[in-house]
T-cell receptor
Framework: DQQVKQNSPSLSVQEGRISILNCDYT??????FLWYKKYPAEGPTFLIS?????DKNEDGRFTVFLNKSAKHLSLHIVPSQPGDSAVYFC???????????FGKGTMLLVSP | KAGVTQTPRYLIKTRGQQVTLSCSPI?????VSWYQQTPGQGLQFLFE???????NKGNFPGRFSGRQFSNSRSEMNVSTLELGDSALYLC???????????FGPGTRLLVL
């Protein structure tokens, strides 16, 4: 039973436009969410996170939105750049526990 | 500050053998977690160590074990290797009080 779902395996966007990556979760105990970016043969790189007490967090070109009632979060990248092309993983956890539960990832391709 | 390091980066073993992977966390980080990434199952939590004690364990057979040393370095051992153990093994570290985990580059294990 997948507790964190990224329903889009891939997304293609043109350079300069907005990329929106989505993530849904089912476990109500999750209260902290993270996005990681991963290139092939490398470990995931932390991008941005959000606690359940917030509904938005921004860091430069990256913004994460959390809709607790819908159990949905999204990552917005504006403007998208070719270097953003990678697999993006959504992860969730419960405070006090270290275990991260990951989605299957969305491959983002930003074309020039 | 140096990131999480993992050795070796690549490893080829045959069925029935055992393997030991090593992880050095970011300086000052006392928590080390291990994850397995496979194409079919995605990223799955193996276990977490904090101050030399295993705090959490994922749903993996007893062939998978680990330990942590007093300097926070961690090792993971897989005994009686099976073909299905071929995967990217990722180590992540965090400060004990923070939520965000930072990943190493991973060890790519191929079991023949």
């Amino acid at each position: 039973d997948q507790q964190v779902k990224q329903n889009s395996p891939s997304l293609s966007v043109q350079e300069g436009r907005i990329s929106i990556l989505n993530c849904d979760y089912t476990n109500s105990m999750f209260d902290y969410f993270l996005w990681y970016k991963k290139y092939p043969a490398e470990g995931p790189t932390f991008l941005i996170s959000i606690s359940s007490i917030k509904d938005k967090n921004e860091d430069g070109r990256f913004t994460v939105f959390l809709n607790k009632s819908a159990k949905h979060l999204s990552l917005h990248i504006v403007p998208s750049q070719p270097g953003d092309s990678a697999v993006y993983f959504c992860a969730a956890k419960t405070s006090g526990y270290s275990t991260l539960t990951f989605g299957k990832g969305t491959m983002l391709l930003v074309s020039p | 500050k140096a990131g999480v390091t993992q050795t070796p980066r690549y490893l080829i073993k045959t069925r029935g053998q055992q393997v030991t992977l090593s992880c050095s966390p970011i300086s000052g980080h006392r928590s080390v977690s291990w994850y397995q990434q496979t194409p079919g199952q995605g990223l799955q939590f193996l276990f977490e160590y904090f101050s030399e004690t295993q705090r959490n364990k994922g749903n993996f057979p007893g062939r998978f074990s680990g330990r942590q040393f007093s300097n926070s370095r961690s090792e993971m051992n897989v005994s009686t290797l099976e073909l299905g153990d071929s995967a990217l093994y990722l180590c992540a570290s965090r400060r004990g009080t923070e939520e965000t985990q930072y990943f190493g580059p991973g060890t790519r294990l191929l079991v023949l």
